[in-house]
């Protein structure tokens, strides 16, 4: 390379840049190759697949999935289903028949740990599509202390950089919907502003309608302007761990095993985990209205995961807890490696404190936190957790308090 030679972009020479790039008819630095990445980067957030051709398959969009999140088959088939149908009634013209096609938002049921919230966040990392996250359990009826049911749509709006368009092609996931369930059919003098009247709030922003949004948030007060927001084709997906429902499922279907093939029937269900067969009836029963149950149409479980499931998680994911560690052990030039029997014993304290894939994090966090104080300041160029290390930290952080405060919910 003579010094003659200038980046095409910038016409930096070659001294002046860490590295000179050939090409067939020019140069381009480093420099330049990394704003162009950022650049990219930009244009390519929310920019949802606007024909069906460039939009993925269910196969696609599962063995996407695959390499984030360990198991949950059947929820990952219903949920590429589910986004799949969504995206393509957007990009659908319409024919002679003029046949209206349905929004399908979705509700997912799992134990805390199970992946809820990871599938819907993957989900939309796929499409590119603006994402928004929102906890149930801060909602309150228009009026009251907390948040107004539209404040989902003011995060989906961030999300999108404030282009409204961009963000009526959004993916909202409502989390814990389980705890704005209803409390009770007994009348109260109280209103339940948490509970049944946030699901009468949700009802329009489901369904699809066009929703006076804050721009900047909070409440609503008449002499402010407003963003008008489009809820009709915003995906909203739910989730919700609905502790107890399996009583309700198990009830169900004992009631329903009658006749002289009652004893055959009731062999054939799986006790060991009554939650696969949720009906929209038991969602009823534990106190959803059937307004907002009939919103959300597509209903998929998760399993609760396994000591087989766990074990996967911490190394075969693409973004896995352990390839995060090593690789910020990497940066600082130091190899991470771990003694066999370490992941085994993080994934046997999850299991007895009943934390679920969550827990997983906490626990490797407790066990490294004294090493990623102490290496950098090290010249050390290999580390081994060793399991009597690890066995030691989570002795010594009283996690016996996390465990009984496991017990207790």
Not at 95 to 103: A, M, P, Q, R, Y
Not at 217 to 224: D, Y
Not at 353 to 369: D, H, K, N, P, Y
């Amino acid at each position: 390379m003579t010094k003659k030679n200038k980046c095409s972009f910038c016409g930096r020479t070659e001294k002046e840049v860490g590295v000179m790039i050939y090409g067939a008819d020019g140069f381009i630095c480093d420099q330049c190759v990394e704003q162009a990445m950022h650049i990219v980067r930009e244009n390519r957030v929310s920019s949802a697949p606007e024909t069906l051709k460039d939009l993925p398959t269910p196969k696609q969009i599962k063995s996407y999935l695959d390499k984030y999140v360990v198991g949950q088959d059947a929820a990952k088939m219903t949920l590429s289903v589910a986004v799949y149908n969504h995206y393509k009634r957007l990009n659908y013209k319409g024919g002679e028949d003029d046949v209206e096609l349905d929004k399908s938002n979705i509700i997912m049921v799992g134990s805390t740990g199970t992946g809820k919230t990871l599938l819907a966040r993957t989900i939309a990392k796929m499409l590119l599509v603006p994402f928004a996250m929102v906890d149930a359990t801060v909602l309150t009826e228009a009026g009251y202390v907390g948040e107004d049911v539209e404040s989902l749509l003011v995060r989906l709006l961030q999300a999108a950089d404030g282009d409204v368009e961009k963000a009526e092609r959004g993916i909202v996931f409502i989390d814990e919907i389980d705890k704005i369930a209803r409390k009770g059919d007994n009348p109260s003098i109280t209103r339940d502003v948490s509970g049944e009247g946030v699901q009468q709030g949700l009802l329009k922003l489901l369904e699809g309608s066009v929703v006076n949004v804050p721009p900047q948030g909070g409440r609503k007060h008449p002499e402010q302007k407003f963003i008008q927001v489009n809820t009709r084709n915003i995906l909203f997906i739910c989730g919700g761990a609905f502790d107890g429902i399996e009583k309700r499922i198990a009830q169900r279907l004992n009631t329903h095993v009658v006749g002289f093939d009652a004893s055959k029937n009731v062999s054939k269900i799986d006790k060991s985990n009554f939650l696969q067969y949720i009906a929209p009836m038991d969602l009823k029963s534990f106190g959803l209205i059937p307004e907002i149950i009939g919103r959300l149409p597509v209903l998929t479980h998760l399993q609760p995961l396994d000591r087989t499931a766990l074990r996967s998680i911490l190394t075969e994911p693409k973004n896995s807890i352990i390839k995060q560690y090593v690789k910020m052990f990497e940066i600082d030039g130091v190899k991470l490696t771990f003694e066999e029997g370490v992941l085994d014993y993080v994934v046997d304290k999850a299991i007895e404190f009943q934390l679920g894939a969550r827990g997983l994090r906490s626990l490797i966090e407790v066990v490294m936190t004294k090493p990623m104080f102490e290496v950098p300041s090290t010249n050390t160029k290999k580390y081994v957790v060793k399991l009597d290390f690890a066995r030691q930290q989570v002795e010594n952080a009283n996690m016996a308090v996390l465990k009984e405060s496991s017990e207790d919910q």
